[in-house]
């Protein structure tokens, strides 16, 4: 009689144990998720710091580098302008200077007499008088075959290859023959469609880019 009852203690139990095993289980592996989730979530958010300050870092070191290159372009153009500054003084021409009129100026007429070359001045650009009188002569020379219609005028100016800058050079060049078109425009009877302009880089005469040359030549086919 007393094992029959011990059997049915026995038979009794065992359901609450297995109850409360489960419970822990339960507990422990919903333990576990919380903790698991925390650490996903505090990882995310740690990385997050850590991006951001990296990135904060980053621009800081490229903010420093772009302002030592630009300091250091800075000083390259300071050296650079002064370095102009030099070229420009040193061709006679200093920064900023106006162009000049001519106080006097240099001509010759090839031996066939078919080209006038004018020597100005370093900053010059201006058709003195007794050069006027000689374009003059010149076309008065020719004014008969510029009329036939068979011959035309090349009015080349140099550009100096020692000017400061490119523009300088092209300003002073291009000066220089607009003078000498208003001059010859002047002239009475000759058609104004003869003049063909050029301006030719580099290329001195008699030892100077600062010239002028008036050739009449006759026309071709092209």
């Known amino acids: 009689m007393s094992e029959r009852r011990e059997d049915d203690l026995a038979t009794l139990a065992w359901p609450g144990f297995v109850d409360i095993l489960s419970a822990v289980v339960i507990m422990f592996v919903f333990f576990l998720m919380i903790v698991s989730t925390s650490l996903y979530f505090h990882t995310i958010i740690y990385k997050s710091k850590i991006l951001h300050q990296s990135e904060i870092q980053i621009k800081s070191s490229i903010q420093q580098d772009n302002k030592?290159?630009?300091?250091?372009?800075?000083?390259?153009?300071s050296a650079k302008n002064k370095e102009l500054q030099e070229q420009l003084e040193g061709n006679g021409i200093s920064h900023g200077?106006?162009?000049?009129?001519?106080?006097?100026?240099?001509?010759?007429l090839s031996k066939d007499k078919m080209t006038l070359t004018i020597y100005f001045g370093v900053s010059?650009?201006?058709?003195?008088?007794q050069t006027k009188e000689e374009i003059e002569m010149f076309f008065d020379t020719h004014k008969s075959k510029l009329l036939t219609g068979k011959y035309i005028v090349h009015v080349e100016v140099g550009k100096?290859?020692?000017?400061?800058?490119?523009?300088?050079?092209?300003?002073?060049?291009?000066?220089?023959?607009?003078?000498i078109r208003n001059e010859i425009l002047?002239?009475?009877e000759l058609p104004r469609n003869i003049i063909k302009?050029?301006?030719?880089?580099?290329?001195k005469i008699n030892d100077t880019y600062n010239w002028a040359k008036l050739t009449v030549k006759r026309k071709t086919n092209d």
């Not at 030592?68 to 153009?77: A, F, Q, V």
């Not at 010059?124 to 008088?129: E, G, L, W």
């Not at 302009?197 to 290329?203: C, L, M, P, R, Y």
């Open 68 to 77: 030592k290159d630009l300091k250091k372009e800075i000083k390259r153009l």
């Open 97 to 108: 200077e106006q162009l000049e009129e001519s106080d006097e100026q240099a001509f010759d």
């Open 124 to 129: 010059s650009i201006t058709v003195v008088d």
């Open 160 to 179: 100096s290859q020692n000017a400061a800058t490119k523009s300088i050079a092209r300003e002073v060049a291009l000066a220089r023959l607009f003078n």
């Open 186 to 188: 002047k002239i009475e």
């Open 197 to 203: 302009a050029n301006v030719i880089d580099s290329v």
